[in-house]
């Protein structure tokens, strides 16, 4: 089974920030890479998939990059309404995993 | 509007069973992949299992293998989880989600969780 590991798993940042968020495979997953933020008492939302597209609606600050094993979430300027918990998931093969999460939170 | 509605959550003794449906409506139900996802209270998400959209195939994550059974009825527009031998550990919110068909992989809809409880 593949394993996902995101770094950090809490991050402290400010209105403005760039951050950039880490999930990293525990073998090559190609770009079958999905991210996903979360708010407090509510779904999940889909931000990006294949790695790097985006998902229809979200905004262009979010940004995916990455291939096989490394892969990063960036936020090119932090807003209000960014701090969540973000997960990566590999949807390359089953049974599909999540990474434990990256909480951003307001510094 | 595209719904995804869970329900059939609640309190059970660990060893009982549960059955967990989700009403999809909005789209094409057939055209689809479904899965089930769970989060435990403060915790991470945990992929439990998939059906294909015509129900041929599925997948199950090791912790629910023999215990949890996916399916659906494309003539209802509705997704199952049958759960038995329940444990303390499957305490969970359960999320019924969409994937596209045809497209790469995500999960691009989610319904609003229904909350399992297990407990003597």
């Known amino acids: 089974d593949i394993q996902m590991t995101q770094s950090p798993s809490s991050v402290s940042a400010s209105v403005g920030d760039r951050v950039t968020i880490t999930c990293r495979a525990s073998?090559?997953?190609?770009?079958?890479l999905v991210w996903y933020q979360q708010k407090p008492g509510t779904a999940p939302k889909l931000l990006i998939y294949?790695?790097?597209s985006l998902q229809s609606g979200v905004p262009s600050r979010f940004s995916g990059s990455g291939s096989g094993t490394e892969f990063t979430l960036t936020i090119s300027s932090l807003q209000p309404e960014d701090f969540a918990t973000y997960y990566c998931q590999q949807a390359n093969s089953f049974p599909y995993s999540f990474g434990q999460g990256t909480k951003l939170e307001i510094k | 509007q595209v719904h995804l509605v869970e329900s059939g959550g609640g309190v059970v003794q660990p060893g009982r069973s549960l059955r967990l449906s989700c009403a999809a409506s909005g789209f094409t139900f057939s055209n689809y992949a479904l899965h089930w996802v769970r989060q435990a209270p403060g915790k991470g998400l945990e992929w439990v299992a998939d059906?294909?959209?015509?129900?041929?195939?599925?997948f199950y994550a090791d912790s629910v293998k023999g215990r949890f059974t996916i399916s659906r009825d494309n003539s209802k527009n509705m997704l199952s989880l049958q759960m038995n031998s329940l444990r303390p550990e499957d305490t969970a919110l359960y999320y019924c989600?969409?994937?596209?068909?045809?497209?790469?992989?995500?999960?691009?809809?989610w319904g609003q969780g229904t909350m399992v409880t297990v407990s003597s």
């Open positions: 989600v969409r994937e596209p068909v045809g497209t790469p992989p995500a999960f691009d809809v």
């Open positions: 059906v294909s959209k015509d129900g041929s195939n599925k």
């Open positions: 073998q090559d997953i190609s770009r079958w």
């Open positions: 294949a790695a790097s």
